[in-house]
């Protein structure tokens, strides 16, 4: 069972990365799929979330206009289109899955079970 995230790195402010993270080993099929970050010293929160359909997305309020979630089911594997990059956006992300078959989005993470290993974004100033 594993949710392998990709495509952090080190960019500068006002920059774009791709975050990826396939899933393996468990069912993706009729799953939300959300993205969430850990700053140090901060708590997990919540960044993205989309369903199985694309029909429900959700973002926090501090990423809206400038990243964008998306799923491609046939590959099990979604994304975080992440622009205009800035100095506070640096964190550990990580993809996760929602613990129950559902298209309803939660925002808190008892809400999601298998998590990814996380993919560091630093964005430099």
């Known amino acids: 069972v594993q949710l392998q995230a990709s495509g952090g790195g080190l960019v500068q402010a006002g920059g774009s990365l791709r975050l990826s993270c396939a899933a393996s080993?468990?069912?993706?099929?009729?799953?939300?799929m959300g993205w969430f970050r850990q700053a140090p010293g901060k708590e997990r929160e919540f960044v993205a979330a989309?369903?199985?359909?694309?029909?429900?997305?959700d973002y926090a309020d501090f990423v809206k206009g400038r990243f964008t979630i998306s799923r491609d089911n046939a590959k099990n594997t979604v994304y975080l289109q992440m622009n205009s990059l800035k100095s506070e956006d640096t964190a550990v992300y990580y993809c996760?899955?929602?613990?129950?078959?559902?298209?309803?989005?939660?925002?808190?993470?008892?809400?999601?079970?298998?998590w990814g290993q996380g993919t560091q974004v630093t964005v430099s100033s």
């Open positions: 989309i369903s199985w359909s694309g029909d429900s997305i």
């Open positions: 996760a899955r929602r613990r129950v078959r559902t298209d309803v989005i939660v925002t808190s993470t008892p809400g999601y079970d298998y």
């Open positions: 080993g468990l069912t993706f099929g009729g799953y939300v």
